[in-house]
């Protein structure tokens, strides 16, 4: 018998029944319908073909083969070639097939014909009526004035597109969800060490990990989705037997990965960071040559916090900083850094009168009170774990060893941490600057098999702009950019709709008036879903971008607008695995269905509307610039764009074999191995992009100088301090009774708000529950599925907010912490009712519920109270 293939088997299925149709018409119908319907058959022949695109769904575009027959997408599976995926798929890439022929996806443009604020009565509009109405309310506010216009995205798929060109074409603000995600951690890696991202390690060489935080197995991390570092993990404790050990209230998805588990208490992360500096420090984990090299660490600080600077050369250019001084060891004096011999770590000197330290000198006397003891206190822990996480890691780190990759000789410090969603706690960015700190200490950060932050070591532009922070007097923007309440601003929804509601405290008058949302959904995505119930309806005018009914275009949409899923292009995105260097685009499986469109054609329809498609600085014109698209391959400024054309035109100036047909073919344009000489900062050309790590926050100490001068109250200016500092989080305010502190994570079936729209997805995820060590569940007479009111308590405010769920009981947790994932408390579609709540319905933003960074905290105290 020959072997049966699934391409043989869906061809012989057909024929089966296209013969029994045959049958049924000659015994019935004679020869003459039998002829009919050998032509119909032949007509309706059966053809199968695969598409190359990219996951639609997840963080980090994993390469995918969609299968399809007679143009209809039928199947997705891994594409080999992807270096971040390599032939595998989540459960939401396969998944995300349901996306598409979803009957619950919006048919068409919808207008609404009923009051906002609760649920939406829309009629069916077209797209020209639907544009129209969108582009006539913006239009107005942009004569206005274009901050007015919001522009607020959820995750965008080509930021080139639609964060970029959309933005600066129109001027409009922009509002992105980092604030909710991990940027606390972008912030603090930027401002510390120069790169964009939060910290991941060096999988190949590294042989000691503390995963702080790190959902391993039910999430992805630092820069990817789930399967990447997961498989690189594994690989990793196969090859170089990698050890980990979890820092995290909860274990479950650690698993059998973890070596060991330490609980640590929520929002303790800083004071556990601050013991493991110390006892480097004192059990003699230095690396001085790095420390004097790369970092400010020997600048000669004053008595005022401020470092000591000499004079400017005479040839300097306008706006250049005067040198730092250092004292030379070698000579006896204070020289500037670049020309020190030995520049002195610790001390105490004389400069022309002034009593000067160097910066490690006041970090060693910062962190000495921060012992074991100390901080086991604290976090929860024992003082003996945490000597001996700070003996493990600075005995592996091997300080002076080298090693030769790719022919380069590059330091070799094989420990690292991998930290991410959990900077989003109110002291997250000290807390990330003091676990940076610890990598610091033993010269680990850029070094083999350490401390990396993105794929290649290259500078932000945060780095140079966090060295000397603006701090204006007010009136604000209502996004309190440059202001006395946030010197660092990641651009946070949940501060805006503080504003919102209260623009005077903030000193903000004027407010935005539209609103685009892209691919958003806040009143379930977001925390402290009451202050956006609040907010969105004090809108003029609400667009939303999204294949489905959200709850918040439910709520507040005037207009929504029916976008494809995997049925468009969209890109350039990255390939890398961290190893391998490539590109991706993402190719449309089919033609998009129903009147849904790609989001690049709808801006630029929209762009054209408002006038600022054509011409110097119009949407055309930034996308050849931001892109880019050079020389021949630009786009003509006065012609309407084909999306395709636009990719086919930026593969072919990337010199590819038949331009966008190179993806077609392929779906992925894999480049070959990043090189040592990119990866590792310490052999980059200059060292480290040219950026001086900063162990001493110099600019931090002025800019809260400044925002008290300007009256800021405390709670805005009290963690801009030069070196990270303890305080005891706001939380712990509120009263005793509200003993337990509620945390949530996510599932590995799910990703942003829009997994929960996929009812397979759905299916998987279950129920929502509450997670309860059983001592705990115990002691308060509560038993596994028992209906419970979780109460939490603002510390600030005394606001009390409540949910009701089930519990369910797992010694995964500590004692005194309680956790619920995300993607529950949805209401449309209509599936998602009854799944339970979300935890942000009882989250809180604002003051002592976010971060100096304007971010969001997901910490709160709460109560549980048998339902």
């Given at each position: 018998?020959?072997?049966?293939?699934?391409?043989?088997f869906?061809k012989?299925?057909?024929?089966?029944?296209g013969?029994?149709?045959?049958?049924?018409k000659f015994?019935?119908?004679g020869?003459?319908?039998?002829?009919?319907?050998?032509?119909?058959?032949?007509?309706?022949?059966?053809?199968?073909?695969?598409v190359?695109?990219?996951?639609?769904?997840?963080?980090?575009d994993?390469?995918?083969?969609?299968?399809?027959?007679?143009?209809?997408?039928?199947?997705?599976?891994?594409?080999?070639?992807?270096?971040k995926?390599r032939?595998?798929?989540?459960?939401?890439?396969t998944?995300q097939?349901?996306?598409?022929?979803?009957p619950?996806?919006?048919?068409?443009p919808l207008?609404r014909?009923?009051?906002k604020?609760g649920?939406?009565?829309?009629?069916?509009?077209s797209w020209?009526?639907?544009?129209?109405l969108?582009a006539?309310?913006?239009?107005a506010?942009?004569?206005?004035?274009?901050?007015?216009?919001?522009?607020?995205?959820?995750?965008?798929?080509?930021?080139?597109?639609?964060?970029?060109?959309f933005?600066k074409?129109?001027?409009?603000?922009?509002l992105?969800h980092?604030?909710?995600c991990?940027?606390?951690?972008y912030r603090?890696?930027?401002?510390?060490?120069?790169?964009h991202?939060?910290?991941?390690?060096?999988?190949?060489?590294?042989?000691y990990?503390?995963?702080?935080g790190?959902?391993?197995?039910?999430?992805?991390g630092?820069?990817t989705?789930?399967?990447?570092?997961?498989?690189q993990?594994?690989?990793?404790?196969?090859?170089?037997?990698?050890?980990i050990?979890q820092?995290?209230?909860r274990?479950?998805p650690?698993?059998h990965f973890?070596?060991?588990?330490?609980?640590?208490?929520?929002s303790?992360d800083?004071?556990?960071?601050?013991?493991?500096?110390?006892e480097?420090?004192?059990?003699?984990?230095?690396?001085?040559?790095?420390?004097?090299?790369?970092?400010n660490?020997?600048?000669?600080v004053g008595?005022?916090?401020?470092i000591?600077?000499?004079?400017?050369?005479a040839?300097?250019?306008e706006?250049?900083?005067?040198?730092?001084?250092v004292?030379?060891?070698?000579?006896g004096?204070a020289?500037?850094?670049d020309e020190?011999?030995d520049?002195a770590?610790?001390?105490?000197?004389?400069?022309?009168?002034?009593?000067?330290?160097?910066?490690?000198q006041?970090?060693?006397?910062?962190v000495?009170?921060y012992t074991?003891?100390?901080?086991a206190?604290?976090?929860?822990?024992?003082a003996?774990?945490?000597?001996?996480?700070a003996?493990?890691?600075?005995?592996n780190?091997n300080?002076?060893?080298?090693?030769?990759?790719?022919g380069?000789e590059v330091?070799?410090?094989?420990?690292?941490i991998m930290?991410?969603?959990?900077?989003?706690q109110?002291l997250g960015?000290?807390?990330?600057r003091?676990?940076i700190?610890?990598?610091m200490?033993?010269?680990?950060?850029?070094?083999?098999?350490?401390?990396?932050?993105?794929?290649t070591?290259k500078i932000h532009?945060?780095y140079?702009?966090f060295?000397?922070l603006?701090?204006?007097?007010?009136p604000?923007?209502?996004t309190?950019?440059?202001?006395?309440f946030?010197?660092?601003?990641?651009?946070?929804?949940?501060?805006?709709?503080?504003?919102?509601?209260?623009?005077?405290?903030?000193?903000?008058?004027?407010l935005?008036?539209?609103?685009i949302?892209?691919?958003?959904?806040?009143?379930t995505?977001?925390?402290?879903?009451?202050?956006?119930?609040d907010t969105?309806?004090?809108?003029?005018f609400?667009?939303?971008?999204?294949?489905?009914?959200?709850?918040?275009a439910?709520?507040?949409?005037?207009?929504?607008l029916?976008?494809?899923?995997?049925?468009?292009?969209?890109?350039?995105?990255?390939a890398?695995?961290q190893?391998?260097?490539?590109?991706?685009l993402?190719?449309?499986?089919?033609?998009?269905?129903?009147?849904?469109?790609?989001?690049i054609d709808?801006?630029?329809?929209?762009c054209e509307?408002?006038?600022?498609?054509?011409?110097?600085?119009g949407?055309?014109?930034?996308?050849?610039?931001?892109?880019p698209?050079?020389?021949?391959?630009?786009?003509?400024?006065?012609?309407?764009?084909?999306?395709?054309?636009?990719?086919?035109r930026?593969?072919?100036m990337?010199?590819?074999e038949?331009?966008?047909?190179y993806f077609?073919r392929?779906?992925?344009?894999?480049k070959g191995?990043l090189?040592?000489?990119?990866?590792?900062g310490y052999?980059?050309?200059?060292?480290?992009?040219g950026?001086?790590?900063?162990?001493?926050?110099?600019?931090?100490?002025?800019a809260?100088?400044?925002q008290?001068?300007?009256?800021?109250d405390?709670?805005?200016?009290?963690?801009?301090t030069?070196?990270?500092t303890w305080?005891?989080?706001?939380?712990?305010?509120?009263?005793?009774e509200?003993?337990?502190?509620?945390i949530?994570?996510k599932l590995i079936?799910?990703k942003?708000?829009?997994?929960?729209?996929?009812p397979?997805?759905?299916?998987?995820s279950g129920?929502?529950?509450?997670?309860?060590?059983?001592?705990?569940?115990s002691?308060l007479g509560i038993?596994?599925?028992?209906?419970v009111?979780v109460?939490?308590?603002?510390a600030?405010?005394?606001?009390t907010?409540?949910?009701?769920?089930?519990?369910?009981?797992t010694?995964?947790f500590?004692?005194?912490v309680?956790?619920m994932?995300?993607?529950?408390?949805?209401?449309?579609?209509d599936?998602?009712?009854?799944?339970?709540?979300?935890?942000?319905?009882i989250?809180?933003?604002g003051?002592?519920?976010?971060?100096c960074?304007a971010?969001q905290?997901?910490?709160v105290k709460v109560?549980?109270?048998?339902?």
């Amino acid at each position: 018998m020959p072997e049966i293939t699934r391409r043989t088997f869906v061809k012989g299925s057909a024929v089966a029944v296209g013969g029994t149709a045959i049958a049924s018409k000659f015994l019935f119908g004679g020869l003459e319908t039998v002829q009919q319907t050998n032509t119909l058959l032949m007509a309706q022949q059966i053809q199968e073909d695969f598409v190359n695109t990219t996951c639609w769904i997840g963080k980090q575009d994993c390469g995918i083969v969609a299968r399809r027959v007679n143009g209809r997408l039928v199947s997705l599976e891994g594409l080999e070639a992807h270096p971040k995926n390599r032939g595998t798929l989540c459960p939401k890439g396969t998944a995300q097939i349901a996306a598409v022929y979803d009957p619950q996806r919006i048919k068409t443009p919808l207008i609404r014909t009923n009051g906002k604020g609760g649920p939406g009565e829309f009629r069916a509009a077209s797209w020209d009526e639907a544009l129209d109405l969108v582009a006539s309310k913006t239009k107005a506010v942009l004569e206005e004035d274009p901050k007015l216009l919001l522009w607020q995205k959820g995750r965008s798929k080509a930021k080139v597109f639609y964060d970029t060109a959309f933005v600066k074409a129109t001027g409009a603000t922009k509002l992105g969800h980092g604030a909710y995600c991990s940027d606390t951690g972008y912030r603090a890696a930027e401002y510390t060490l120069g790169p964009h991202g939060v910290l991941h390690p060096d999988f190949k060489y590294t042989r000691y990990l503390l995963s702080w935080g790190w959902n391993i197995t039910a999430a992805g991390g630092n820069k990817t989705c789930w399967i990447t570092w997961p498989q690189q993990m594994v690989e990793a404790r196969e090859k170089n037997g990698l050890k980990i050990i979890q820092i995290d209230p909860r274990l479950r998805p650690a698993g059998h990965f973890a070596d060991r588990w330490l609980p640590i208490r929520p929002s303790t992360d800083l004071a556990f960071a601050l013991a493991l500096c110390r006892e480097l420090i004192t059990l003699g984990f230095v690396d001085e040559p790095y420390l004097k090299a790369y970092t400010n660490s020997a600048h000669l600080v004053g008595p005022d916090g401020l470092i000591l600077r000499g004079d400017l050369p005479a040839d300097a250019e306008e706006g250049a900083e005067a040198p730092a001084l250092v004292w030379d060891q070698a000579s006896g004096q204070a020289v500037p850094h670049d020309e020190a011999a030995d520049p002195a770590l610790t001390g105490k000197y004389d400069v022309d009168g002034v009593a000067a330290k160097p910066a490690f000198q006041l970090f060693v006397e910062n962190v000495e009170p921060y012992t074991p003891e100390w901080a086991a206190e604290i976090c929860g822990l024992t003082a003996d774990s945490i000597r001996k996480v700070a003996a493990e890691f600075g005995e592996n780190a091997n300080i002076g060893a080298t090693i030769v990759v790719d022919g380069v000789e590059v330091p070799y410090r094989p420990v690292a941490i991998m930290a991410y969603h959990m900077a989003q706690q109110e002291l997250g960015f000290q807390a990330l600057r003091a676990m940076i700190m610890v990598s610091m200490l033993v010269g680990s950060p850029g070094a083999v098999g350490g401390q990396l932050v993105d794929f290649t070591w290259k500078i932000h532009k945060n780095y140079a702009k966090f060295g000397n922070l603006t701090v204006n007097e007010g009136p604000y923007d209502f996004t309190l950019a440059k202001s006395k309440f946030f010197p660092i601003n990641s651009g946070f929804p949940g501060i805006v709709a503080k504003v919102m509601q209260d623009p005077a405290k903030y000193e903000v008058e004027k407010l935005p008036k539209v609103a685009i949302l892209h691919y958003v959904n806040p009143l379930t995505a977001f925390p402290s879903q009451k202050d956006f119930l609040d907010t969105y309806g004090k809108f003029e005018f609400v667009a939303v971008l999204s294949p489905w009914l959200s709850e918040t275009a439910d709520y507040f949409a005037d207009v929504v607008l029916p976008t494809a899923t995997m049925e468009k292009y969209e890109g350039p995105m990255s390939a890398s695995d961290q190893y391998i260097d490539g590109k991706t685009l993402r190719l449309p499986v089919m033609d998009p269905l129903f009147e849904s469109r790609g989001e690049i054609d709808i801006y630029i329809d929209l762009c054209e509307r408002l006038g600022v498609l054509y011409g110097e600085g119009g949407y055309i014109d930034q996308i050849n610039k931001n892109l880019p698209l050079k020389d021949e391959f630009a786009l003509p400024l006065d012609q309407v764009p084909e999306v395709r054309d636009i990719f086919d035109r930026w593969s072919r100036m990337e010199g590819l074999e038949g331009g966008i047909e190179y993806f077609e073919r392929n779906g992925v344009w894999v480049k070959g191995p990043l090189p040592a000489t990119k990866r590792y900062g310490y052999v980059t050309d200059p060292p480290f992009g040219g950026a001086l790590h900063r162990l001493y926050g110099e600019s931090l100490l002025v800019a809260q100088k400044k925002q008290r001068e300007l009256g800021a109250d405390k709670i805005y200016w009290q963690d801009y301090t030069a070196l990270p500092t303890w305080r005891t989080p706001t939380m712990e305010s509120s009263p005793p009774e509200y003993d337990l502190t509620l945390i949530s994570y996510k599932l590995i079936e799910q990703k942003q708000s829009r997994t929960s729209m996929i009812p397979l997805l759905t299916e998987l995820s279950g129920i929502q529950r509450l997670d309860m060590n059983p001592e705990t569940a115990s002691k308060l007479g509560i038993e596994e599925g028992d209906d419970v009111i979780v109460e939490s308590h603002n510390a600030v405010t005394g606001e009390t907010r409540q949910l009701r769920t089930v519990v369910a009981l797992t010694s995964g947790f500590r004692p005194d912490v309680v956790g619920m994932p995300h993607h529950f408390g949805g209401w449309s579609p209509d599936r998602n009712k009854g799944l339970g709540p979300s935890p942000n319905e009882i989250y809180f933003t604002g003051e002592g519920y976010m971060v100096c960074t304007a971010d969001q905290s997901f910490h709160v105290k709460v109560r549980v109270l048998k339902g």
